[in-house]
């Protein structure tokens, strides 16, 4: 595919050919990148809902290209909050810039962001739907701390209703013959509509209610936190936060190789205590961003192939 001018909108977007290319691209990034590459190019950051990881990474990448950003981290402080369409406000940042990355709280979002913008558009997370950029990070990370992406056990543990990092990666998962065990309460489990795209491409998946009952098996622990925002009834939340609090004790039963995951921010699912075993590599993972997310802007601003 020739990345150039193209939006980064869902993970279905791209082929299994694709996805390795930009982990390549990526991966040279990452040793060594020129900081000119990006120069007189802008790069509008429009996060209408909160982030730390995705928005200090994409801006850093900018930064780090050699390129300049203008936008906004809190939709608050913008003309929405007067009403304006996002339409409306697309056409008006598309003047200003050469790229997009937006945020939103709203699904469908991104996509009809890249309608109305003649740049490309970055998703970087619309509502419980996708969050593509994301799962190109996570599938470096994995590749760099298990050196394969073919023939993994992959468990995805906790918000599987709401988490949009697990709807791109289970998607993403689907070309790389991997097994997936989805381990949430039934009330968060994963979405029927993934369920039966899994089964139509013949990927194996498990569902489970207990870490401990797959932990043996797996090569990769991917934890999520429990989506608070996204629960239409606070007493639900209050009933399944802190359902999945792992610990040291969790290696005991598990691979001596896994790799405990997290796209961050984490709550209470992940004890500290962990966080300096060599299982635990999700602030690696976060610092994974950087190297993919500077592949990105090059590729749709056609500074590399
Ligand atoms: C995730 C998100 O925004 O979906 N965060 C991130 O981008 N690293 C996960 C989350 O908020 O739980």
């Known amino acids: 595919m020739d990345f150039k001018g193209k939006d ?30 990006l120069s007189g190019k802008v790069m509008a950051s429009l996060f209408f809902e909160p982030s730390t990881r995705t928005r200090l990474s994409f801006e850093s990448a900018m930064n780090h290209l050699g390129g300049r950003v203008i936008g906004f981290a809190d939709a608050g402080v913008t003309s929405a909050s007067k ?50 950029t994301q799962t190109l990070l996570d599938l470096y990370t994995m590749l760099k701390t298990k050196g394969k992406l073919e023939g993994l056990n992959i468990g995805l543990c906790g918000d599987l209703k709401y988490g949009r990092t697990i ?21 968060l489990q994963m979405p029927k509509v993934y369920l039966e795209e899994l089964k139509e491409k013949g990927v194996e998946f498990v569902k489970a209610k207990r870490i401990e009952d797959v932990s043996k098996e797996l090569d990769v622990l991917y934890m999520t936190r429990i989506q608070k925002e996204r629960f239409a009834d606070p007493i639900e939340y209050e009933r399944l936060k802190g359902v999945y609090q792992i610990g040291l004790d ?33 602030f690696e993972q976060a610092g994974n961003g950087l190297h993919v997310r500077k592949a990105l802007l090059a590729l749709v601003l056609g500074k590399v192939k």
């Not at 050919?17 to 000119?36: F, G, Q, R």
């Not at 979002?109 to 996708?130: F, S």
């Open 250 to 282: 969790l290696l005991d039963i598990s691979k001596k190789d896994l790799k405990i995951m997290h796209p961050l921010p984490r709550v209470d699912e992940i004890k500290p205590e962990l966080d300096k075993t060599p299982n635990a590599v999700y």
């Open 167 to 187: 709807h791109s990666l289970a998607i993403a998962m689907m070309d790389f013959k991997t097994k997936l065990y989805f381990i949430a309460p039934d009330e």
């Open 8 to 37: 980064i909108i869902s993970i279905r977007d791209f082929c299994k050919k694709d996805i390795l290319h930009i982990l390549e691209v990526a991966k040279n990034m990452e040793e060594k990148s020129d900081p000119n590459l």
């Open 83 to 132: 009403g304006e369409t996002l339409w409306d406000t697309i056409k008006m940042v598309e003047q200003y810039s050469d790229v997009i990355v937006q945020r939103h709280l709203i699904e469908g979002a991104a996509r009809l962001a890249a309608e109305a913008a003649l740049i490309p558009v970055i998703n970087a997370g619309d509502g419980a739907n996708q969050h593509p």
